[in-house]
């Protein structure tokens, strides 16, 4: 597992990066920023191809739709934005709210999005139109992290107020009351094959939980501060993690044991693999984008 600089900004105190996507292709990444700008970058090499300027607060969640044409980005503004990926051309309709965005999911269909708000609200709307088509009340505190399970029809939820519930999206009813705890969640992956849920808490653990028996639950203990981000590899057979405590661990998901631990100069803000090789890009509180080579067996 090698470590490369895959971006740096430059100047004295460079914006944070605060979230990253990449495109179905593999070949490009896009980061947001702490001043609300959000820039795509060539993922092998890390050059920037362009910015794009529209929000007015800190980009706190990024995805990629219509297979890597188009761009969404959620931030604290309020707003729910789309851009083109190719022309950085933001589109007219914007999804707005009362409060802030903290998080964004996407159907695999680029159909349906959800954004979780600071105020518990889920709102569900479409990609096509950018237009709310509900809005649902789901936590009494923010929505920190927002998942679809891979066929789409249900969609798991996880707050400040300690809660994860997972929906059923044609009805907006709650299926389960998956976890629910004191402890703040931060971050949330889903397995590829929707068995499980991992689960960042404020205190540093991972929470496991089986989604068919919610008894089935695993703590993965390691890190000392907030885990504020998870990614699984392509293959589903490792999760990695990033925290506060300037930390990134890497876990067997067969045994839940962890297998590489890498101490960094800064907090991590998110992780996401490449889903076209090995490679793990984890962005950070100094402006950097790191990327992270695995052999192919891994």
Request: proline share 3%.
């Amino acid at each position: 597992m090698e470590k490369k600089i895959l971006y740096r900004p430059t100047g004295k105190r460079p914006p944070s990066l605060t979230d990253l996507a990449v495109n179905p292709k593999g070949n490009r990444i896009v980061c947001g920023t702490t001043d609300a700008r959000i820039i795509i970058l060539n993922s092998k090499t890390g050059k920037p191809i362009r910015a794009m300027d529209g929000h007015q607060s800190i980009i706190s969640a990024l995805a990629f739709v219509q297979g890597g044409t188009q761009i969404l980005s959620a931030s604290w503004d309020n707003t729910v934005r789309s851009w083109s990926s190719t022309q950085g051309s933001q589109k007219e309709s914007v999804l707005s709210h009362s409060t802030e965005i903290k998080a964004l999911a996407v159907d695999s269909e680029s159909s349906k999005g959800v954004a979780g708000t600071r105020d518990g609200l889920m709102k569900v709307f479409s990609v096509e139109s950018m237009k709310c088509i509900r809005n649902v009340p789901a936590h009494t505190k923010d929505i920190s992290a927002i998942t679809f399970t891979s066929d789409g029809t249900r969609l798991l939820t996880a707050s400040w107020d300690g809660s994860v519930k997972l929906w059923d999206l044609s009805t907006y009813e709650v299926l389960k009351n998956v976890l629910r705890q004191k402890e703040r969640i931060r971050s949330m992956i889903l397995s590829p094959d929707d068995s499980r849920v991992y689960l960042g808490l404020h205190n540093g653990v991972i929470r496991s939980v089986s989604l068919e028996n919610l008894r089935n639950r695993t703590d993965l203990d390691g890190h000392t501060d907030i885990v504020s981000a998870m990614a699984i590899n392509p293959t589903g057979t490792l999760l990695a993690s990033g925290s506060w405590d300037r930390t990134l661990r890497i876990w067997s998901i067969e045994d839940d044991k962890q297998i590489h631990t890498h101490k960094l100069g800064t907090g991590i803000s998110a992780l996401t693999w490449n889903p076209k090789n090995n490679a793990l890009y984890s962005t950070d509180f100094s402006g950097s984008l790191l990327s992270w080579e695995f052999a192919t067996s891994s």
